[in-house]
């Protein structure tokens, strides 16, 4: 068939389309990321720095020692690893400086401020009580917190620029609840039992982003919570006899279910919440599936295959951990190249692992708020 006049024009359509319009039709809704502040609420995957300023306990506890912080810090700064984590990564990302912790009184919080306390629930105190869990360290759990974002916005809310702040920021509500499931389990809690608290811990991580919502916040991101059952600390608590108990990734499945249950009631409460505030952008942040991808791409990623599940500073058993001589305790040895590994002290992970994870959740992120960085 000869190709006529005609034919050439709608070829040639076709390529206008592709080439331009499609593009167009994508980048309509996506600007450079703007955010002018973050505001983190969490536990010690987030804490820069509030639980080793709480007397009398969090001031004596590792975090705020050496070899914590020793890779990129080269000193302890109260963040649960040997360098930043996956807030001051995205801080990075967002061009902002690394958040402060609100208990550091006299800090900048121009561009934000971290309210996330090491060891904190997102239930309260009293409410864990009732069921006779008591959280070793810290009862600054998620309420308190909002307590204390809503002290901050006294402090800088004299005129209605503040709106204006606080529209221009990114709010992070988590990851919380981790020590819930954590404080349960190793205070003897069945499984049964510990599945019977997800909805209300998910209730709370719902309640306190609306209350977050409702003080002016725009773009709100609540994280899910990990495959704990790759956790050293579990793997060594919980390790099983029966190769049925783990999954492809060597990981308790048990455990991992107990996660998804959670992120499965989590997204579906924030499908609640975007139905009641439809102005407000809402993400969910996939940190199960973020740390599932490193997992399986260790290799290429430049992480020993051989250690994979071994914590780096840590001792003992076939994961590197012991949970009377945890990091941090005198002698316990820090591994030789902490890049090499995931798992830091077989609870939190490594700067080089929170590294990836970040830059996995910031490419499905960023299109959901709009932007891209
Ligand atoms: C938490 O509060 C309880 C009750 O007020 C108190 O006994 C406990 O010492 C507190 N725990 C910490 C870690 O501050």
Excluded at 29 to 43: E, P
Excluded at 198 to 206: E, G, N
Excluded at 227 to 240: D, E, N, Q
Excluded at 272 to 294: F, G, M, N, S
Aim: hydrophobic share 40%; with cysteine; charged share 20%.
């Amino acid at each position: 068939m000869p190709i006529n006049k005609k034919s050439m024009l709608s070829l040639f359509q076709i390529f206008i389309i592709s080439c331009f319009l499609l593009p167009l039709a994508v980048s309509a809704h996506s600007k450079a990321c703007s955010f002018d502040a973050i505001y983190q609420l969490g536990d010690s995957i987030s804490d820069t720095g509030n639980l080793i300023r709480e007397a009398p306990i969090g001031t004596s506890t590792a975090f705020a020692r050496l070899p914590y912080g020793e890779t990129f810090f080269k000193k302890p700064t109260g963040r649960c690893s040997n360098g930043p984590l996956m807030v001051d990564f995205f801080a990075s990302a967002l061009h902002l400086p690394f958040l402060n912790p609100y208990l550091a009184r006299d800090a900048d919080f121009s561009h934000g401020v971290n309210f996330a306390v090491a060891g904190s629930t997102a239930l309260d105190t009293s409410s864990l009580a009732k069921n006779k869990i008591i959280p070793p360290v810290t009862n600054s759990s998620l309420s308190v917190q909002l307590g204390w974002f809503k002290d901050h916005l006294k402090s800088i809310c004299y005129t209605s620029k503040c709106a204006h702040k606080l529209e221009r920021a990114l709010f992070l509500v988590g990851e919380i609840g981790g020590n819930d499931y954590n404080y349960a389990f190793f205070q003897g809690k069945t499984i049964g039992e510990i599945q019977s608290y997800v909805p209300y811990i998910v209730q709370k991580i719902k309640d306190v982003a609306r209350k977050v919502i409702d003080h002016g916040a725009r773009t709100v991101v609540v994280p899910g919570n990990f495959p704990i059952g790759c956790m050293p600390i579990y793997l060594t608590a919980f390790r099983s006899d029966d190769p049925a108990a783990y999954d492809e990734l060597k990981c308790l499945k048990g455990l991992n279910d107990l996660a998804m249950i959670h992120n499965d009631n989590l997204q579906r409460a924030l499908k609640q919440l975007r139905k009641e505030y439809p102005d407000v952008t809402i993400v969910y942040a996939d940190y199960y599936t973020a740390l599932q991808w490193v997992l399986s791409h260790a290799s290429s990623l430049g992480f020993e295959e051989k250690s994979l599940q071994k914590a780096c500073c840590g001792t003992g058993g076939d994961y590197n951990f012991d949970l009377t001589k945890m990091c941090g305790a005198p002698g316990v040895p820090v591994c030789p190249d902490p890049e090499t590994r995931v798992s830091w002290d077989g609870i939190h992970l490594t700067e080089k692992a929170y590294k990836y994870m970040a830059d996995f959740l910031m490419h499905s992120i960023m299109p959901e708020i709009q932007c891209h960085i």
